[in-house]
């Protein structure tokens, strides 16, 4: 017998921004933490990146590389058992880079469930060729 009904759909979080689109979920795992018992940052910022990556990679329709992580901010900890939700959005075409922003979620207690955002970032990626070289951007491209 199906439950697939009966589930309730994840709610999406209050006050995220109109234009953020779901990426990446993931729920941490313990080797995942620090020595305080928290999610470890590091782990943060590279599901943010490959998070980060997903609308850049739709636009440039080819291989991207990050270059900058131009901004990054841990507004709440993680902690194991989190469902973590990553959101993003694209704030700018350029001529060959493409800049986003992340904000992560994280979905706890299930007894008493909340919301809570975590992390914010903006990220900046550029369209590369074979050889690992800016590659300009079409004109014509828009988020398929
Ligand atoms: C990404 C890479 C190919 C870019 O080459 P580059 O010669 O530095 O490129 P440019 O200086 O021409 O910049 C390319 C674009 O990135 C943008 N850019 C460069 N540095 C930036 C920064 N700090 N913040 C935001 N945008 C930046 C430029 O404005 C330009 O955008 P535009 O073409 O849309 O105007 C090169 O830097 C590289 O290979 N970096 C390593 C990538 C990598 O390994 N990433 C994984 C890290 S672990």
């Known amino acids: 017998m199906s439950h697939q009904n009966?589930?309730?759909?994840?709610?999406?979080?209050?006050?995220?921004?109109?234009?953020k689109q779901l990426v990446l979920r993931v729920m941490p795992m313990p080797a995942d933490a620090n020595g305080n018992g928290d999610i470890f940052?590091?782990?943060?910022?590279?599901?943010?990146?490959?998070?980060?990556?997903?609308l850049p990679a739709r636009?440039?329709?080819?291989?991207i590389a990050t270059v900058a992580v131009n901004e990054?901010?841990?507004?709440?900890p993680v902690s194991v058992g989190d469902l973590v939700s990553f959101y993003a959005?694209?704030?700018?075409v350029g001529k060959t880079?493409?800049?986003v922003h992340v904000e992560v979620w994280a979905d706890r207690k299930p007894d008493a469930p909340e919301q809570v955002k975590v992390t914010e970032a903006r990220l900046t990626y550029v369209a590369i060729?074979?050889?690992?070289?800016?590659?300009?951007?079409?004109t014509a491209l828009a988020l398929p």
């Open 97 to 99: 880079s493409i800049t």
């Open 89 to 92: 959005s694209v704030e700018r």
């Open 41 to 54: 940052g590091g782990w943060i910022m590279g599901q943010v990146d490959i998070a980060g990556a997903v």
């Open 6 to 19: 009966t589930i309730a759909a994840l709610p999406v979080p209050p006050g995220l921004g109109p234009d």
């Open 72 to 76: 990054f901010v841990f507004k709440q």
């Open 59 to 63: 636009v440039a329709r080819g291989r």
């Open 129 to 138: 060729d074979l050889q690992g070289r800016p590659r300009q951007l079409s």
